[in-house]
């Protein structure tokens, strides 16, 4: 088997797929990269039993067909070295034998047999499949990653819920403190389902998908699903089991309306935050008609700090704490200028964007 692909393009392909190699396998042959080869087309596979990515190639000089498992740390350490030229990869289907010839040197590799690599999952009879804007996607998964949890206890909690119907797309995502639920009108299903995609495969397709250009083919079951995009292929193992009635606990009617601007209370939250107990990171917000008072101490060390801005509030006036490191989060992760808090004195607060989706 032989084929000559750039230096630079095979480093960027593999660079891709190689987040998702972990550092602690349970499979020796999952430290390998899988090269395919079939007519002018190689084909490259990284796993980790649970994730798998893939990419593929178009060549134009080859020879032979087969596959073989390469070492992925020497493979990648060894690109990086290359200026931007062709590479010619010989490979004796063997003795598992690989040869890497450049322009001025040959450097050989040791590879595994192809066929112990994990095969890839089959999706059931009555999976799902659907088209989806790549940047709705994207845009979804940006809004809700930081919100999900790391507990080994509930498991359903460490994903991105996603919820497709005839209306509308919803992405949502909790940790227990906070909740975060994103909709986009302009994505719906022909049939309504469900699924929750783990945080690992999710990271992935994040770094993946803002170099797509077209829509990605998603098609998922009640264990697997398979994100189809330009050049790659993301396969997961989804996460089993009900996610809880997120619905429920979103507050309604909630007759206190706070407006806004986000970057100015960013800015400011995180000055006063500087300030508050380390332990608690507790920040008070003193709400007034045309006034937010933005405050916080530590006593341990007798340090304090206020600071005053400009709001439109409607309701009772009212002094209220939160965890600044929660608000932070919530409040990096927005996108418009002004947004809209809607709460009650004893119930959890309302996040809304004042910038309006299609």
């Known amino acids: 088997m032989r084929f000559v692909v750039s230096s630079t393009e095979l480093l960027r392909h593999l660079n891709a797929i190689s987040r998702v190699i972990s550092n602690k396998n349970t499979l020796p042959i999952l430290d390998n990269?899988?090269?395919?080869?079939?007519?002018?087309?190689?084909?490259?596979?990284?796993?980790?039993?649970?994730?798998?990515?893939?990419?593929?190639?178009?060549?134009?000089?080859?020879?032979?067909?087969?596959?073989?498992?390469?070492?992925?740390?020497?493979?990648?350490?060894?690109?990086?070295?290359?200026?931007?030229?062709?590479?010619?990869?010989?490979?004796?289907?063997?003795?598992m034998a690989v040869e890497i010839l450049s322009e001025n040197g040959k450097f050989s590799i040791v590879g595994q047999n192809g066929t112990d690599f994990p095969q890839l999952p089959e999706l059931g009879d009555g999976a799902t499949s659907l088209n989806m804007p790549h940047d709705v996607l994207l845009s979804g998964i940006n809004k809700t990653l930081f919100a999900t949890a790391d507990d080994e206890l509930r498991p359903v909690m460490n994903g991105i819920y996603i919820e497709l119907s005839e209306d509308d797309l919803t992405f949502v995502a909790s940790d227990a403190h906070k909740l975060?639920?994103?909709?986009?009108?302009?994505?719906?299903?022909?049939?309504?389902?469900?699924?929750?995609?783990?945080?690992?495969?999710?990271?992935?397709?994040?770094?993946?998908?803002?170099?797509?250009?077209?829509?990605?083919?998603?098609?998922?079951?009640?264990?697997?699903?398979?994100?189809?995009?330009?050049?790659?292929?993301?396969v997961c193992r989804l996460v089993e089991g009900n996610y809880p009635a997120y619905n429920s606990v979103i507050p309604v009617n909630n007759p206190n309306k706070l407006t806004v601007d986000r970057v100015e209370f960013y800015n400011?939250?995180?000055?006063?935050?500087?300030?508050?107990?380390?332990?608690?990171?507790?920040?008070?917000?003193?709400?007034?008609?045309?006034?937010?008072?933005?405050?916080?101490?530590?006593?341990?060390f007798a340090i304090s700090a206020v600071e005053r801005i400009k709001c439109q509030y409607e309701g009772q006036e009212m002094e209220i704490g939160f965890k600044s490191t929660f608000l932070l989060e919530i409040l990096s992760n927005l996108s418009s200028t002004k947004f809209r808090w809607n709460f009650r004195t004893r119930q959890e607060p309302e996040f809304y964007c004042l910038q309006k989706k299609k």
């Open 268 to 300: 400011t939250l995180k000055r006063v935050s500087v300030f508050s107990n380390q332990a608690s990171n507790l920040v008070k917000l003193a709400l007034t008609s045309a006034e937010m008072v933005v405050s916080a101490q530590d006593v341990d």
């Open 33 to 95: 990269f899988l090269f395919q080869l079939e007519g002018n087309t190689l084909t490259v596979t990284a796993s980790d039993l649970e994730t798998t990515l893939i990419t593929t190639l178009s060549l134009e000089n080859t020879e032979g067909d087969g596959n073989i498992a390469i070492p992925a740390k020497i493979v990648i350490d060894t690109l990086k070295e290359f200026p931007e030229q062709p590479l010619t990869f010989n490979i004796n289907m063997d003795t």
């Open 180 to 234: 975060v639920r994103y909709k986009r009108s302009d994505a719906r299903a022909d049939v309504q389902s469900s699924f929750i995609l783990p945080k690992k495969p999710a990271s992935l397709l994040k770094n993946l998908l803002p170099r797509e250009d077209f829509d990605v083919k998603l098609a998922f079951d009640d264990k697997n699903a398979f994100f189809s995009l330009t050049g790659f292929k993301v």
